[in-house]
């Protein structure tokens, strides 16, 4: 069983949240912990599966993909995991969900424009397993959040 989070654990996470480099004096400091409490937390909150990675938050179209796409798909029960895996190693998949509704599975995918989101597309329809694709680009982004409220 997994032990809850105390007030300690929520208040490291969600400066952490906030940013991934913040250091642990200045958590220590705005909590009211020593320095080694806060390294030691991190280290537990980390080997437990808590914590899976620190990482920095890009903007796809500053960096090439200027077309982001949903990508919804049905497949063949009896191939749906070979057919989530292949579309979840795709280098333009960022997200893949399984599904409860009519598409087995949505994925977000980046892409650096439309020609390659339907080059994609045909890419996908040609994996085993794979009944229909539809895909839809967006044409803004609204929000995306990163952090979980604790």
């Known amino acids: 069983m997994l032990k809850r989070l105390d007030d300690i654990d929520v208040n490291i996470l969600n400066m952490l949240q906030q940013n991934g480099r913040v250091a642990f004096s200045r958590i220590a ?11 030691y937390r991190v280290k537990q909150l980390t080997d437990r599966g808590i914590i899976t990675k620190f990482t920095a938050l890009l903007d796809p179209a500053k960096i090439g993909y200027s077309t982001t796409g949903i990508m919804m798909v049905k497949t063949d029960p009896a191939l ?7 579309i979840s190693e795709l280098s333009e998949t960022y997200h893949a969900f399984q599904n409860t509704r009519e598409f087995d599975i949505v ?26 694709v539809v895909v839809s680009a967006t044409t803004r982004l609204i929000k995306i959040k990163t952090a979980f409220e604790l």
């Open 107 to 132: 994925a977000v995918v980046h892409t650096q424009d439309l020609k390659q989101l339907s080059d994609l597309r045909k890419k996908v329809k040609l994996i085993p397993g794979v009944k229909e």
């Open 80 to 86: 749906f995991e070979d057919a989530a895996e292949k």
């Open 29 to 39: 400091e705005e909590i009211g912990v020593n320095e080694a409490t806060v390294r």
